[in-house]
C-alpha cells in the first residue's frame, strides 16, 4: 500500500489532447485503481474532469467509481478499464450528485450496468441534472454532445453490501457532509476506502450550500474509524487517514471553531470573513479561490444552526 501512495509523490499530468483523452489508471491495491483528475475547475481543456475516477476488478465482473462529466470521459475511463481487464462492466456507484460523478452514467448504462448511489444524491440530481447538464454543454460545447442525464436504478439509503466473487464492496452513507448523498465505498478485504467529497487531498476543499459541515466531520470520524490503509479523495491524490485529516478535518474544525467564536462575540459576516486566519492551509491549490468563499457558507450554516 505504502508503495502505491509513494506514486503519487509525483507530479500528476494526464495526457489530454483536443480531439480525445488519454486517461491513465494507478492501483491503489491489488484490482483496484484510480484515475486523478485535474485539482483546478471544470473547464474546456480538462474536458470537465477535475475529480476522480476509480474501478475495481472482480471476479465477477468490474464495478466503476464515478463515470465522469459526460459521455466523452465515461468512453476514456472504459478504454482504460479493456487495458487492464477482459471482464465487462456491470456496476456503477455514484459517490454524489455533483455532474463529475454521474454525468458518464449513459454510457456506462449502455454497456448494461446497474448504476447505485445514495437516495438523497438521486434527488438532488433529478433536480439539478438539467440545469448541470445545461451548464457543462456550454462549458464542454461538442465535447458533451453525446451526453445524456441518465439516473442511478438501484438506491442505497445507509448501507448496502454487494458481494462480488470473492469481493466485497460497501456502500456507505454517513449522513449529509459535502452533499446530502455521499458515499463511500468501502472494500474492507483490501482496506481501500473511496471517500469521495469527503475528502479532498492537494486542494482546498469546497463548502457548498447544500452541504453541512458539523455532520460532515461526523461522517469523517466514522470513515477513519474503518481504519483504511489508502483513502482515496474525490480530489487530490490517495493518501491515508493522517493525511486526509491534515487537508480535511483539520480544516473544517479550525473554520467551525473560528466561526463559531465569530458569532458568539456578534462579529458581522464581513468581518468574521476578512479576519479569520486560514493561512495554515494556503499551500492547498485554489486557496485564493475557496478560501473566503468557505468562511462565508460556514457562518451561514452556523447563523442557521442557531435559530
Request: aromatic share 8%.
Amino acid at each position: 500500500m505504502r508503495s502505491c501512495l509513494a506514486a503519487f509523490a509525483l507530479v500528476f499530468s494526464p495526457a489530454l489532447y483536443a480531439a480525445e483523452i488519454a486517461l491513465d489508471a494507478t492501483p491503489v491495491g491489488k484490482d483496484v485503481y484510480v484515475v486523478v483528475g485535474d485539482l483546478g475547475g471544470q473547464t474546456y481543456e480538462n474536458h470537465g474532469l477535475n475529480n476522480n475516477l476509480g474501478f475495481v476488478v472482480t471476479s465477477a465482473g468490474v464495478v466503476v467509481i464515478n463515470t465522469g462529466p459526460g459521455t466523452h470521459v465515461a468512453e476514456a475511463l472504459h478504454d482504460v478499464i479493456r487495458r487492464t481487464t477482459t471482464k465487462p462492466v456491470k456496476w456503477v456507484v455514484n459517490v454524489n450528485s455533483q455532474n463529475h460523478y454521474w454525468h458518464g452514467n449513459d454510457y456506462f448504462r449502455r454497456q448494461g450496468a446497474t448504476i447505485y448511489a445514495q437516495r438523497e444524491a438521486v434527488r438532488v440530481m433529478r433536480e439539478m441534472g438539467p440545469s448541470q447538464l445545461a451548464s457543462n454543454r456550454e462549458l464542454l460545447k461538442e465535447k458533451a454532445a453525446n451526453t445524456q442525464l441518465a439516473y442511478p436504478d438501484a438506491l442505497v439509503d445507509e448501507r448496502e453490501v454487494l458481494r462480488l466473487g470473492g469481493t466485497e464492496v460497501h456502500l456507505l452513507h454517513f449522513g449529509p457532509a459535502h452533499t446530502p448523498g455521499d458515499l463511500v465505498v468501502w472494500l474492507p478485504q483490501k482496506r481501500v476506502a473511496f471517500a469521495g467529497d469527503l475528502v479532498y487531498t492537494d486542494r482546498l476543499l469546497a463548502v457548498i450550500a447544500i452541504g453541512n459541515t458539523g455532520s460532515w466531520v461526523t461522517a469523517l470520524d466514522r470513515l477513519f474509524a474503518l481504519d483504511p490503509a489508502v483513502i482515496v479523495p474525490g480530489h487530490g491524490r490517495p493518501t491515508d487517514v493522517a493525511g486526509a485529516g491534515r487537508a480535511t478535518r483539520d480544516y473544517l474544525v479550525h473554520l467551525r471553531e473560528e466561526v463559531t467564536k465569530a458569532i458568539d462575540a456578534g462579529e458581522t459576516l464581513q468581518d468574521t470573513v476578512d479576519r479569520v486566519d486560514q493561512s495554515r492551509f494556503r499551500h492547498l491549490a485554489n486557496f485564493d479561490l475557496l478560501a473566503r468563499r468557505n468562511i462565508n457558507q460556514i457562518y451561514l450554516e452556523l447563523e442557521r444552526e442557531a435559530f
